[in-house]
């Protein structure tokens, strides 16, 4: 009489799931380091927002140096729209800017440099602190063919 042996050994089972366990760990460690780059971007461009738009609202003399101007004051004024928290979207980020002038520091042009301490904090957690001076001096490019 012929045995009909047809079916996986166990061997070949957990080899099975060994190789999936990998190929999941891959992916989830792929999948977490992406979501932390792309949170990083996203308060570093509401960094960026606060920022331009304590210029603005400088610029246009509604908000005053040596303050301390929140997010809900740049809101109020209508420079800034409400900043959503990337990881629990159904929060709002808050932030400050603090704008003081250097006098010893000027740039080629002869303005003042004026130095932006931006602070956001989604959560209670301060995600970024970043210090940012304005006027901003624009690199030149190098010309490639300039020998």
Request: with cysteine; proline share 1%.
């Amino acid at each position: 009489m012929k045995k009909n042996n047809k079916g996986f050994t166990l061997i070949e089972i957990l080899a099975t799931v060994v190789i999936l366990g990998i190929l999941a760990t891959i992916a989830i460690v792929g999948t977490i380091k992406y979501l932390n780059k792309s949170r990083e971007k996203s308060y570093t461009m509401m960094s960026q927002s606060i920022y331009e738009s304590a210029q603005n609202c400088i610029i246009d003399n509604k908000c005053k140096l040596y303050d301390n101007i929140s997010t809900d004051a740049l809101i109020e004024y209508g420079y800034l729209d409400k900043l959503k928290n990337p990881v629990a979207s159904k929060k709002d980020c808050e932030g400050s800017v603090y704008i003081d002038d250097d006098y010893s520091n000027t740039n080629k042009t002869g303005f003042k440099k004026y130095t932006f301490k931006v602070t956001l904090e989604c959560d209670g957690i301060n995600v970024k602190e970043k210090t940012l001076i304005w006027p901003e001096a624009k690199k030149k490019k190098k010309d490639r063919y300039n020998y």
